[in-house]
């Protein structure tokens, strides 16, 4: 069965600071990872996606990627935050038609 | 290019009553998701379809959930009757093929008094 693992639910970083977001997966299949972001009152968007290909992905709003088959890890990286990236952050990964999420991370920036 | 419309954005009822949510897809996106996210969680699927037919409906409880997409363009969601552990955000996602690339509507939040 398909699963994700956020490991920390929250993550409060400075500004300009680096950030990493965890997300471990389970699963014994080919798999396809997601990380969704989710503003205030807002639904999910799309950061990136992992389907095949290069471990290192990129993806909108300055964040990237690695899909880490031997540690089973799909950690989310940016490398300088700004106040506008405090939302949810959300970690997927599809089984045979639907995404299966994480229970997210709120990822919150200090000025 | 519109996105996934929703409405009402803010729901809130007492329990036992009844209440129904609306979605439109993307024009053009033949598969349309609902989503139960409940507080501090990740979205939870509850539906799945496939233009007018319901591709994966395991996880609705359908003692007191149904979902229709009768012409396969925009579907609605009811609860019926609704209990307090209803409360939650109400996620509708449209997809043109498979579900590696859904686009999610801004939600309907319930609260059930």
């Known amino acids: 069965a398909q699963s994700v693992t956020q490991l920390d639910s929250q993550v409060p970083v400075f500004e300009e600071a680096p950030v990493e977001l965890r997300c471990n997966y389970s699963?014994?299949?080919?798999?396809?990872l997601f990380w969704y972001v989710q503003y205030p009152n807002q639904g999910l968007q799309l950061l990136l996606k992992y389907l095949s290909g290069s471990t290192l992905v990129k993806g909108i709003n300055g964040f990237e990627a690695e899909f880490n088959k031997s540690q089973t890890s799909f950690h989310l990286r940016k490398p300088s935050v700004h106040i506008s990236d405090t939302a949810e952050y959300f970690c997927a990964s599809t089984g045979a038609n639907n995404l299966f999420f994480g229970t997210g991370t709120r990822l919150t920036v200090i000025p | 290019e519109a996105g996934v419309a929703q409405s009402p954005r803010y729901k809130i009822i007492e329990k036992r009553q009844s209440v129904a949510f609306w979605c439109n897809p993307i024009?053009?996106?033949?598969?349309l998701y609902w989503y139960q996210q409940i507080l501090g969680q990740g979205p939870k699927l509850l539906i799945q379809?496939?233009?007018?037919?319901?591709?994966?409906d395991s996880q609705l409880p359908k003692d007191r959930f149904s979902a229709e997409r009768l012409k396969g363009v925009d579907s609605t969601l009811k609860i019926q009757p609704a209990k307090l552990e209803d409360s939650a955000v109400y996620l509708c996602?449209?997809?043109?093929?498979?579900?590696?690339?859904?686009?999610f509507g801004p939600g309907t939040r319930l609260t059930v008094l």
């Open positions: 996602a449209s997809s043109y093929a498979g579900p590696n690339e859904q686009f």
């Open positions: 024009s053009g996106h033949a598969t």
């Open positions: 699963s014994s299949v080919s798999v396809y």
């Open positions: 379809f496939q233009n007018n037919g319901v591709v994966d």
